[in-house]
């Protein structure tokens, strides 16, 4: 028969975690749904329980303590111009969160959702009845690469548009877990593992983002796609140059973690350049070639560089 | 399942879902509000968007148990008390409504948006739409209807609204030809109460999926069904061997069959079919059919399948030689051999196109049932008379015991112009469990299904004199027809005979070739056959007039066949406004200054095109007119028209309805169309080939001509009148001197008396036309639109982006009936082509389709459209009716190349590969730039 499937809508964070302690075996948490709806559609998402968790008001809040910024995970990307306290401090995140997907996406979307956004490939983000005909890849239980004809890991590229952003910013990501609440750098969740590309607990709920208000960041980001809407992206670059000069550089959607390379503004800007290019495990499964994305990260943040010159 | 408890445009609803069920399914198949509609189920496309407690959500990746206790507002629930909301107005006023699909999306969409920013910009509004995909409109009338609505809505004061139904606007009762206006059915669908193939819920009925083949060339050595057969719910699964009787739209290629039998041609080829009590469990028995294959060498690439295939096993047996060539045609006209030796300057180019997809927002959906008068299917179809002739065929049942009805239709644009498997299939499984049988597809079995355009690869020879005057045209064509033939006869054909205009050409020759591959076969597709070859010609006239400077309008201007002419291949030119297009184009982008002028990286293109009015010839040989159209007018003075021809979206619904109106006089209130439904409505052969308003048209204006000589005859006869005294117009037969002044209704009366209801029928055969050589039918018409664009791009020299910024474009459709239709067909037309031009490809990796949904197969979004010029150019053609022609498919010729050649300008790089990517821009602006390097140490 066709297995019996439970939908859940808990009011706490507390509540959403024994409930997903109580379906270990087989659960998803559910945000705005419109990445695991997708997946699920196409079956690469097969849990039996989804935990939809926006009923969670806790998760809904933009605060902020003067040094710090907290941006509850359940904002909706279109919900960012909403708040002064994101506006005023982090305009490039508005901007960045208008990037994202289409408007119509961007209203269900949430900011945690998009951190955790799955990482994608053309080879893996297909229907069931496609992944069986291919001779499924390894992301999907299958024993090889096919975007690479053979590797033996997992390239699937991390796709978040506004992580980028985040990270370039130093943002935190304030996580509660079984074990309690824990605040950690927003990196440091990427693993760089294709097939596995958080480390994030399955029962872990992101409770905040975390931004510094005070370090008075300019930052730019670019992203690389066909069209002017709809489209994840291809190539997503983030520069940030915080009051220190300190330089951070953040590239999305050519590996299957962001690559991050952090200078200052004594620094040569064409070195911190190589190096984002050389660690950029890029290979073809997107739309756009290895050789191209390659390419046009050494021209976006060039382009960068010249707007926060 | 789990009881919810919601309120649907203010109506209490208590319904038990499924715990993982989509809001979409709930709206529409337990409320049965089917407005709101399900295109791409990945939250691609918008057209599922519904209002959930006043915000915007796609329904179509929505649980439904989220939302228990919501209020949801549907496009049902928009309008009040019969009164259109002034948004609705606005869409219908403006004509942003064509096949109507996106409508209830884009509505609800705008709706919430202007709510929220009372004052949009142009800009703000298209970023606003920018989720919702219409491949209709080309988004123009859509941002239109908008702005106006915010305007409005701002202006505020609402004037009071007039009393009169909308659809009656444009006042005047003196003729209805000309006067712009929206489509009849414009309310209904803007409303969400038209209904579409999938939206028919008929009672008890069987839902259909499909096991697919995931091998693109494979001997089928056992189906065990036997698992899937003991599910629960599962009523019937059909195989291949059930349907022996092989199908196609033409009746030269009769090659496909409704489910593989012996060996399957592409990856997801249909190998059974399940029929059961719903679709999921439909869908899971499918998962359990076992199929045990032998694959066979699989032919993917045109190359692999042009050349001799060694001892591998040919797609289809027919193939005459050892490969898998399908079709070979080649016609010469003139002597190229000496046209190449006449012409000063010769260019010779290779080009490459991929296939490309109709992309329509509608998927396809059928459902069949078998009663006391034999098999009734509803389905999506452009060609209900070839479905008809097909389902008697493959059911082996008498013509008469088959009626195929055309529902609203979401969209063809040729991708619902031919039989398909899935319309057989229900056909049968509906004979065999004796009840209703539904299937609608998942965008991605539309993509598989397919029949889109060919990807194509040529060398072209071009000859010119420095003059300007064209001496030679020689092309080598190949197409990649997939797995069937469907259209492919005639698309080899008209990847040649197409080239023959608009310019004169002495000495022209071709030779095309279609192959098959394992792939999802290709068809028609708007622009039919010509787009790419046209794409070609037009690059390599551009390439011409730089190397000899001359303007390339200039030179086109040169080269321009003249109305009233014969081209080589002996097709007969009447009307022909090339001449006023390009000139249009030219002065309204200010050409003579903008061309050649513009700062690098700036540039602009001109390209032109031409395109037949309906084939000349039928598909099925025989006496039959092209088109017959009934009328009937009983005592209450309103005429039916019953016509056969499919409204896709296109209007031809209207197009009958003003032209029988205009003939008689009469408002269009007192018409009334039914269409195609074969069993009630006489045989029109369907929306393809550009042929409806021209043939259905000319039989409507038959029969209501015809009509009106009945009145007539009565009206003289009672009131002793000569008849050509009496004059229709304005709801009133009189003479001029109103001795005889009846109204319609009066006069009706006279005509009725002591006779009942009066039928009358009108038809259209195109005239004998064309050479009598072998070939010369194809591309023959009565009649050619002619057209032409001027495209305006910026170039990033850094990323190789193109950014168009404006597309002029003017088209010769003979007279505009209706041109806020026509303006919608030359704009949707324009889109489809930068479509094609910038983002779009079937994209192949061993046979399987990477992009088959509405997120990776790119179809530029409202903000990837630039502003689109619109301008009709208006010949008044002998043979049309009331002097029209098409308008369809042939303005889409131009923008392409117009596009490419705008590049030429701005950066000077040739495109010689569709869709053009900014990566190989990037590698042609490196290698000119080496170019330049080498021959400046050169120099």
Known sequence: MIAEKIYLKPKSVDEAIKTALQHQASFRYLAGGTDVIVNKYQGNEEANCLIDITGIDELKTVTSDGEYLKIGALICLDDFKKHELISKTFPALINVAHEVASPMLRKTATIGGNVLCENRCSFYNQTERWREAVGYCLKCEGKTCIATGGKKSCFSRFVSDTAPVLISMDAQIEIADKDGIKTLPLESIYTGNGISPRNLSKIAIIKNIILPINRNFKCDFRKLRPREAVDFTSLTTAIAIDNNGKVKIVVGGVDPKPIIIEGTSADDKNELIKKAVKKARIVDNDVYSREYRKEMITVFLNRSFKVLR | ?939
């Not at chain 2, 200039?554 to 080589?568: A, G, I, Q, Y």
């Open chain 2, 1 to 939: 399942m789990r009881p919810i408890n919601i309120k649907i445009n203010n109506k209490v609803y208590n319904i038990l879902v499924d715990e993982h069920e989509m809001l979409s399914k709930v709206i529409r198949e337990k409320a049965g509000l089917t407005g709101t509609k399900i295109g791409c189920e990945q939250g691609s496309c918008g057209a599922c968007t519904v209002l959930v407690n006043k915000e915007p959500v796609l329904s179509c990746i929505t649980p439904a148990l989220r939302f228990d206790g919501a209020e949801i507002t549907t496009i049902e629930g928009i309008a009040t008390n019969g009164e259109l909301h002034l948004l609705q107005e606005k869409f219908v006023e403006k004509g942003a409504i064509q096949c109507g699909f996106c409508t209830p999306g884009m509505v609800i969409t705008a709706l919430d948006f202007v709510n929220k920013n009372p004052e949009p910009s142009i800009h703000e509004i298209k970023d606003a739409l920018s989720g919702n995909v219409c491949r209709c409109t080309g988004y123009k009338k859509i941002i239109e209807a908008v702005a106006e609505y915010a305007t409005e809505v701002k202006s505020s004061e609402l004037k009071v609204k007039s009393s009169e139904p909308l659809i009656d606007k444009p006042k005047t009762t003196k003729g209805t030809v000309g006067v712009p206006r929206p489509y009849i059915e414009a309310t209904k669908k803007v409303q969400g109460i038209a209904d579409y193939a999938d939206d028919y819920q008929t009672k008890d009925a069987l839902h259909v999926k499909f096991t697919r083949s995931i091998h693109a060339h494979a001997r089928i050595l056992n189906i065990d069904t036997s698992e899937a057969m003991a599910l629960e719910g599962v009523r019937y699964i059909a195989t291949g061997k059930e349907l022996p009787i092989t199908f196609g739209v033409l009746p030269l290629s009769q090659d496909e069959e409704a489910i593989a039998i012996d060996k399957t041609r592409y990856v997801g080829e249909i190998v059974a079919a399940v029929a059961a009590d719903s679709e999921e469990i439909a869908e899971h028995a499918c998962k359990l059919i076992q199929v045990k294959y032998q694959p066979l060498k699989e032919f993917l690439t045109i190359d692999e399948s042009f050349n001799d295939i060694g001892t591998a096993e040919k797609i289809h047996s027919t193939s005459k030689f050892n490969n898998n060539i399908h079709k070979k045609a080649e016609l010469r006209f003139g002597d190229q051999q000496q046209g190449l030796k006449d012409a000063e300057v010769v260019l010779k180019m290779d080009f490459e196109m991929v296939g490309i997809n109709h992309g329509f927002t509608e998927p396809h959906a059928s459902t069949a049932f078998w009663d006391e008068n034999g098999l009734t299917l509803i389905s999506a179809t452009q060609v209900s008379h070839y479905l008809h002739r097909a389902l008697a065929r493959t059911m082996e049942v008498p013509l008469s015991r088959v009626r195929v009805i055309k529902p609203h239709i979401g969209g063809g644009f040729g991708g619902k112009g031919d039989p398909f498997a899935h319309e057989i299939i229900v056909a049968h499984i509906a004979r065999k469990t004796g009840k209703p049988v539904k299937v609608r597809l998942t965008r991605e079995e539309v993509f598989l299904n397919n029949h889109g355009r060919h990807p194509t690869k040529m060398t072209i020879q071009l000859g010119a004199n420095k003059d300007g005057l064209i001496k030679v045209l020689d092309a080598a064509v190949v197409i990649d027809g997939g797995a069937f033939g469907s259209f492919g006869i005639v698309t080899t054909y008209y990847n040649g005979v197409l080239l023959q205009a608009p310019y004169k050409l002495d000495n022209l020759g071709f030779i095309t070739h279609r192959v098959y591959t394992n792939k999802p076969q290709c068809g028609a597709m708007r622009g039919h056959g010509a787009v790419n070859t046209r794409f070609a010609v037009e690059s390599m006239i551009d390439d011409i007039a730089h190397q000899i400077k001359m303007d390339p309008v200039e030179m086109r201007m040169k080269n321009f066949l003249d109305p009233n002419s014969f081209t080589v291949g002996q097709y007969r030119i009447t009307s022909n406004g090339i001449k006023q297009a390009i000139q249009t184009v030219a002065e309204q982008s200010d050409w003579k200054n903008k061309h050649g002028k513009m700062p690098e990286g700036h540039g602009f293109g001109v390209a032109c095109g031409f395109f037949i009015s309906g084939s000349a010839l039928p598909i099925f040989w025989n006496e039959l007119p092209q088109s017959v159209v009934h009328l009937k007018v009983d005592f209450d003075g309103r005429v039916l028209i019953a016509s056969g021809a499919n409204d896709i979206g296109q209007g031809s619904d209207t197009m009958l309805a003003i032209i029988v109106a205009e003939v008689l006089g009469i408002s269009m209130d007192k018409t009334f169309v039914i269409a195609a439904d074969t069993l009630i409505t006489p045989v029109d052969l369907g929306s393809y080939s550009s042929r409806v308003t021209f043939m259905a048209g000319n039989a409507a204006k038959d029969a209501a001509e015809n009509l009106k000589k009945e009145i007539e005859t009565a009206v003289s006869k009672k009131k002793n009148i000569p008849a050509e005294e009496l004059i229709f117009s304005e709801n009133r037969v009189f003479s001029n001197d109103k001795t005889v002044d009846l109204s319609w209704d009066q006069a009706i009366e006279i005509l009725t008396a002591n006779r009942g209801a009066v039928n009358v029928s009108g038809k259209y055969i195109s005239p004998k036309l064309g050479g009598d050589f072998k070939g010369a039918g194809a591309g023959l018409s009565p009649s050619y639109s002619f057209s032409s664009c001027i495209s305006e791009v910026k170039v990033d020299t850094e990323t190789g982006q193109v950014k168009i910024l404006n597309v002029w474009g003017a088209h010769d459709c003979g007279r505009a009936l209706n041109p806020l239709a026509v303006e919608g067909q030359l704009e949707g037309s324009w889109h489809m082509g930068i479509g094609q031009v910038m983002t779009e490809e079937m994209s192949y990796y061993n046979g399987l389709l990477l992009n088959n949904n509405f997120l990776d197969y790119k179809i530029p979004t409202s903000l990837d459209t630039p502003p689109i010029h619109t301008n009709i150019i208006e010949t008044i053609d002998p043979e049309g009716p009331f002097g029209a022609k098409e308008t369809g498919e042939g303005a889409i010729h131009a923008v392409l190349p117009s596009i490419a050649n705008a590049i030429y300008d701005a950066v000077g790089i040739r495109i010689t590969k569709l869709p053009i990517k900014s990566e190989d821009v990037l590698k042609l602006l490196k290698e000119k730039e080496k170019q330049n390097q080498t021959s400046k140490v050169e120099l």
